[in-house]
């Protein structure tokens, strides 16, 4: 069926005459009325013969080409909701096709919808960074959050790059981000962990038997704090245990974290790790006994040492 002159029809008397309608269509609060000028400004409501006909018309004026007049006809979408989500999808099927003057321009569609757009197409065309940025810029937060949780993550700790860690997972509201504080909040203090600490104990170090100065001590038992939080709480993190990569990605940062434990131990900083060995990889587990057992025995030293 062609629908050009049924949309236009009901365009012209409907909403630019206010003479005639489809029946199903809804009356909202125009039953007390009276004067004519008062009945054309009133709102109409909502009628599905009209959205149905108006997404017909868009579909078969995309089908011949015309997505921009396509686009034009579901501005005209009567519900808000409704209207966003079509012509999100009509923007995320023609990526990268279209004139961004018009878009912006003459059809005023928001930025913000352009880049979801896009984020949609990257992700269906496997670009996940693109589609992180895209979605970043269109507002979607807990979307990129995802990506870069899921897909991003977990290549850049295997490639041992805390700062694009941080940079990945520094761009989020913590509000809009669901579970913020159990995700992407513990890339963010691995990350600061494992670029932090060891730069603090060398200077440590280097200060031998002097008096530590007392701002980078407090950094460091700040952070130091934050180790066996870790150690703790990753693990439940990766939920996909049969990801090869999740699993690599788990090991990698139980290993460096637990790499740090004996360090700051020697220094009197760090508590031991509350973390169960049976919850780690076995590398990492290995790393677990073996600094427990340092540990264990810088304890009985001190014993000794007052005996």
Not at 14 to 41: Q, Y
Not at 273 to 291: F, I, K, N, W, Y
Request: hydrophobic content about 40%; aromatic content about 8%.
């Amino acid at each position: 069926m062609d629908y050009r002159l049924p949309w236009h029809l009901y365009i012209l008397l409907a909403t630019v005459l206010r003479k005639r309608d489809f029946g199903d269509r809804a009356e909202i609060g125009r039953g007390n009325l009276e004067e004519e000028d008062e009945m054309e400004n009133a709102p109409l409501g909502t009628s599905v013969l009209a959205q149905s006909v108006t997404l017909s018309y868009a579909s078969q004026l995309e089908y011949i080409g015309e997505k921009e007049k396509a686009l034009f006809v579901l501005l005209h979408l009567e519900q808000a909701e409704g209207r966003a989500i079509a012509i999100k999808q009509l923007l995320a099927r023609h990526a990268g096709e279209w004139d961004m003057d018009l878009l912006t321009g003459d059809l005023c569609v928001p930025a913000a919808w352009i880049s979801e757009a896009n984020g949609i197409r990257a992700r269906y065309d496997n670009d996940v960074f693109q589609a992180y940025q895209c979605f970043l810029e269109g507002g979607q937060q807990q979307l990129a959050h995802n990506i870069a949780l899921n897909d991003l993550a977990p290549e850049v700790v295997i490639r041992g790059d805390p700062e694009v860690l941080k940079s990945l997972f520094g761009n989020f509201t913590p509000s809009e981000i669901s579970g913020w504080h159990d995700t992407g909040n513990l890339y963010l203090q691995y990350a600061e962990c494992v670029t932090k600490i060891p730069k603090l104990l060398e200077v440590l170090a280097k200060e031998g038997n002097a008096a530590p100065d007392v701002v980078q001590q407090a950094e460091l038992e700040r952070l130091a704090q934050s180790v066996p939080h870790l150690l703790e709480n990753l693990p439940k993190m990766f939920e996909h245990r049969d990801d090869l990569r999740q699993r690599i990605c788990l090991a990698e940062m139980l290993s460096q974290l637990l790499r740090l434990v004996s360090p700051l131990r020697m220094y009197g900083i760090a508590a031991r790790p509350h973390t169960s060995s049976g919850m780690l990889p076995e590398q990492a587990r290995l790393q677990h006994v073996q600094s427990s057992s340092r540990e264990r025995l810088f304890r009985a030293l001190e014993v000794a040492s007052y005996a």
